[in-house]
């Protein structure tokens, strides 16, 4: 997603805890490099300030967060008002990982 994002000429931050993760994006991404920055980082303590993003994509994180409500409640702490949340997983995502009932409902009604 993230060069789909580039190719329309978005800017994009991509964190990860894995560097060899980030590596391999930072290859695919060599022709945007001045629109892309890659930052290791844990997604259950965002080091960015509050409403900083218009939109977040969470690809495949879920099952690898250790507490899923600091890991949603940093997301949405870093959107603007409006800002646009993505998550995609594995399904089923096991009960041990459960969404917060908001948040589910929020997936039905962006689901059209």
């Given amino acids: 997603m993230t060069v789909e994002f580039l190719k329309q000429g978005k800017e994009v ?4 805890s894995s560097d060899f993760a980030l590596e391999i994006l930072k290859d695919r991404c060599k022709a945007y490099k001045d629109k892309v920055k890659v930052q290791t980082m844990d997604v259950q303590k965002l080091d960015f300030a509050d409403g900083t993003f218009d ?8 099952p690898f967060v250790d507490d899923n409500l600091k890991y949603f409640s940093e997301v949405y702490r870093v959107l603007k008002k409006g800002g646009k949340f993505s998550i995609s997983a594995w399904a089923p ?3 041990k990982f ?3 009932p908001g948040l589910k409902a ?4 962006d689901s059209s």
């Fill in 13 to 16: 931050t991509a964190i990860d």
């Fill in 55 to 62: 939109g977040a994509c969470s690809m495949f994180v879920i």
């Fill in 93 to 95: 995502v096991p009960e």
């Fill in 98 to 100: 459960d969404i917060p």
């Fill in 106 to 109: 929020l997936a039905l009604l």
